[in-house]
């Protein structure tokens, strides 16, 4: 999956392990069976721009794969699972390690773990999820956090089960132009994105099955499509 360009801000203070209140207090836009199911165990790779209450904006990388060597030099090194290659990704020494539920240091971790490193950026990640085999689960608070309202842009890798490659691409803003097969977005980062639209593509409006034609100006949407395709999907809100 190519990288989408998206500004960087660094973060203050680290981020939450579950981040429970911010993950109930955004209004989600998007369905929470839909985040869980992108950010469940067939993502191998995600990268989110989301923009925070106090205007700054944000790069989150989030990172699947198994360990290939024990937590050395500032850093794991995973192998993902679309790829041949070994990852470095920055951790900090400190991070705190979720591993089937307990919370323990990086130096528990081992080879051969399953883990999901999420990072602001190019900031050390101070949280890793893990488990012993199987992909490990992110927290429902961290999902609604970082697909929720405050999500302006988000790329996410998957493989399905049978074996197939897809780049899932979500877009998310003000509705500012309409056309037959195309809608044009304001994003929260302040840039525009015109989409195109698949004819069978499928609307939620207010949370109701709706048509392409009930979508006004004015409204919120988010638009997913898989690469290279037109939208197949969108969900908005408004009148």
């Not at 999956?1 to 392990?17: D, G, K, N, P, V």
């Not at 207090?25 to 106090?54: C, K, Q, S, W, Y």
């Not at 069978?200 to 048509?211: E, P, Y």
Request: with cysteine.
């Amino acid at each position: 999956m190519t990288r989408r360009t998206l500004r960087i801000a660094l973060l203050a203070c680290s981020f939450a392990l579950l981040l429970p209140a911010l993950g109930t207090a955004l209004v989600r836009t998007l369905p929470f069976d839909t985040a869980a199911a992108l950010l469940g165990p067939r993502m191998i790779r995600a990268e989110i721009g989301l923009r925070t209450a106090d205007g700054a904006v944000h790069d989150y990388r989030i990172d699947r794969g198994r360990l290939t060597k024990r937590y050395a030099a500032g850093s794991l090194t995973v192998l993902e699972r679309d790829s041949t290659a070994k990852t470095r990704l920055p951790v900090a020494a400190t991070a705190r390690v979720l591993l089937n539920g307990k919370l323990v240091g990086v130096r528990s971790l081992r080879r051969g773990m399953q883990v999901a490193v999420p990072r602001d950026g190019n900031l050390p990640a101070d949280i890793v999820y893990a488990s012993p085999k199987s992909a490990p689960a992110i927290p429902k608070a961290s999902t609604r956090y970082w697909l929720g309202s405050r999500m302006f842009k988000a790329e996410i890798a998957s493989k399905s089960a049978d074996g197939t490659l897809h780049d899932y691409l979500l877009d998310r803003g003000r509705i500012r132009e309409l056309a037959p097969y195309s809608l044009t977005l304001r994003e929260l980062d302040g840039t525009t994105a015109t989409l195109t639209v698949a004819a069978n593509v499928r609307v939620k409006l207010n949370g109701k099955t709706a048509s392409f034609a009930q979508l006004r100006k004015g409204m919120t949407a988010i638009v997913m499509r898989d690469g290279d395709k037109a939208a197949d999907q969108v969900w908005a809100t408004g009148k």
